[in-house]
């Protein structure tokens, strides 16, 4: 069976530090990766997505980037986080674009 | 622009009752409609999907439907059960080759004992 795994679960980092998230899958190959923000009393943002190695799309301007190093790692990175970087952020996977999209258990990000 | 609106934003009933939520969507031309639950503090768990071609699924005490043509999703949930307790979230897939899901505010359901 797939699994999806998110770490860290909490974070906790001063402004202008750097950001490294990482998400792993495994149990498939070559998944559709996504990477989600949820700020508070807001809903969930799609924030990059990826259906490849190195094909990275961003959906929103940001002071975020992300990178596919390998088929089933995601990375979600930052040079210097800002206070509006605070949030919950999720990994999820899909086998494609119409198959059901499966969510990590996400990383609580505190900007101090 | 794609929009998703979920009614209610919260909604208590006790424990038995069958409930509705509602997902209303802007654009109809989606390729389908997935149901999450999300728990406080943690991840999404997929509950079900709705092919754009189908009116609607089943699983367990849960069931979807979905109208295109009026942009409307209904989640009704059978018999709750304060398990059931959690925030429900509708979204929208609205391109087949990405995936890209277009999310709902959520309705926070509270099943009292």
């Known amino acids: 069976s797939q699994t999806i795994h998110q770490w860290p679960a909490t974070l906790v980092q001063p402004v202008g530090s750097p950001l490294s998230l990482e998400c792993t899958v495994e149990g498939t190959s070559n998944p559709n990766l996504y990477w989600y923000r949820q700020a508070a009393g807001r809903g969930l943002q799609l924030l990059f997505y990826s259906v490849g190695i190195g094909q990275i799309s961003s959906e929103v301007p940001q002071n975020l980037s992300a990178s596919r190093p390998q088929d089933r790692q995601f990375i979600l990175s930052s040079k210097k986080l800002l206070l509006s970087d605070s949030g919950f952020y999720l990994c999820a996977w899909s086998v494609d674009g119409n198959q059901p999209q499966h969510f990590g258990d996400g990383t609580r990000l505190s900007i101090l | 622009k794609q929009e998703v609106t979920q009614i209610p934003a919260a909604l208590s009933v006790p424990e038995g009752e069958n409930l509705v939520l509602n997902c209303s969507f802007t654009d109809s031309a989606i390729y389908n409609l997935q149901w999450f639950r999300q728990d406080p503090g943690k991840g999404l768990t997929s509950l079900l999907l709705?092919?754009?071609?189908?009116r609607e699924q089943t699983s367990g005490r849960l069931n979807a439907s979905l109208d295109k043509s009026s942009g409307r999703s209904t989640l009704y949930i059978a018999a709750s059960q304060p398990g059931d307790s959690a925030t429900y979230l509708c979204a929208v897939h609205g391109s087949s080759n990405t995936g890209k899901l277009i999310f709902g505010q959520g309705t926070t359901l509270q099943v009292k004992p």
């Open positions: 709705i092919q754009s071609s189908q």
